[in-house]
């Protein structure tokens, strides 16, 4: 799973692929439509590989998230994020069993199957587990320019 350049931009739909690092920012591509984007330091950016789901015993990284639902479905596709919340509830406790009720919102499960549904096609997620050292953490640098 290469989800490490992966980006999500507050107020921009869909997902992004770290392409290229500037001066004043950095170019990133839609993974939606393949347009690229300038985006600034100040904007609000998340890399995937940064994200971690909450469970009862801790927190469990988002590409684990994804590793499990592609295991689920057999490296298909996920159920719809726009099922009912009670459904979302239910497939994502069938995913991760011991994610934190109260702190993991439906809208959380909505984004993440969302995403999952995004890379997936683009095989990005498989149910193999990630070879070692492939996903390990980006730091804030390989996202944003010294300032």
């Known amino acids: 799973m290469s989800i490490q350049k992966i980006l999500s931009i507050s107020g921009k739909p869909g997902l992004y692929a770290l392409k290229l690092q500037t001066r004043t920012g950095f170019v990133a591509e839609s993974l939606v439509d393949g347009k690229k984007i300038t985006v600034g330091l100040r904007s609000n ?5 940064e994200i971690s789901i909450y469970t009862y015993d801790g927190e469990v990284r988002l590409s684990e998230v994804f590793t499990a639902i592609a295991k ?11 099922e009912s919340n009670d459904t ?3 497939y994502f406790r069938e995913v991760l069993p011991e994610f934190d009720e109260d702190r993991v919102y439906a809208s959380d499960i909505k ?23 492939e996903e390990a953490p980006a730091t804030e640098a390989e996202v944003k320019s010294e300032e």
């Open 88 to 90: 979302l509830t239910d």
């Open 111 to 133: 984004k993440i199957l969302n995403w999952y549904n995004m890379l997936q096609p683009k095989g990005l997620v498989s149910k193999d587990e990630p070879a070692e050292g």
């Open 45 to 49: 950016v998340s890399l995937l590989s």
């Open 72 to 82: 689920k479905e057999d490296n298909g596709p996920a159920i719809s994020h726009k």
